[in-house]
Structure formats: structure tokens, C-alpha cells
Nanobody
């Protein structure tokens, strides 16, 4: 089995910062890409940022310059540092990992709520 567990969500005021973490565990042969996605109520899940195993990054236009994705390959962990948060960043944030696992090639975390409100 493979599990992705997110942490770090919560309530923050506009302009504040949060750091999300996601740890992958289980029988993992290799992880290529890791990423963060988010889902607003009533809308489809959307990409926030991805990072390859060679540390190449990709960001949604809406978060460029405010969010930073990073990873620790030795710990199978991906992070999302979020700055200058806006109310529209409020969503459930999901971690994703793509690679070679004991089962399947793509796995998702259970999601963590981020709420930006005064």
C-alpha cells in the first residue's frame, strides 16, 4: 500500500503564510513528479504546482511569485510554502505523487483545508 499524508493546513488571515507538507510512505520504487492541487467548493480540482525528481517546477499563473514548491527526495516529502495568501486561495489542497509503486502509478492524499479569512 502507498499513502500520502498532508499536514499544515488551517486558518490564516489575508496576507499571511502557511506551509503544507506531504509525506509518501509504503512500498515505493521511485517517485517522478510530486505536486499540489486544490479544489474550491463546487469546482474541479486544479493544479497549483508540481516538481520533478530533478527539481524542475511548474506553477499555476494564479500562484506564481507567491507559492514555492520543494521536495526532499530522501524523505519522499513535498512541501508547499504559501505567502501573501488571498481569500481566493481558500480550498482543499491535495498532494499527488506519480511514479513506480507497488500498486498504481498515481496516488493522492486525503486533502487538507486551507482557509484564508479575516
Amino acid at each position: 500500500q502507498v499513502q500520502l499524508v498532508e499536514s499544515g493546513g488551517g486558518l490564516v488571515q489575508p496576507g499571511g503564510s502557511l506551509r503544507l507538507s506531504c509525506v509518501a510512505s509504503g512500498i515505493i520504487f521511485s517517485i517522478n513528479d510530486m505536486g499540489w492541487y486544490r479544489q474550491h467548493p463546487g469546482k474541479e480540482r486544479e493544479l497549483v504546482a508540481t516538481i520533478s525528481n530533478s527539481y524542475s517546477t511548474n506553477y499555476a499563473d494564479s500562484v506564481k511569485g507567491r507559492f514555492i514548491i520543494s521536495r526532499d527526495n530522501a524523505k519522499n516529502t513535498v512541501y508547499l510554502q504559501m505567502h501573501s495568501l488571498k481569500p481566493e486561495d481558500t480550498a482543499v489542497y491535495y498532494c499527488n505523487a506519480y511514479g513506480r509503486f507497488v500498486s498504481g502509478s498515481t496516488h493522492w492524499g486525503q486533502g487538507t483545508q486551507v482557509t484564508v479569512s479575516s
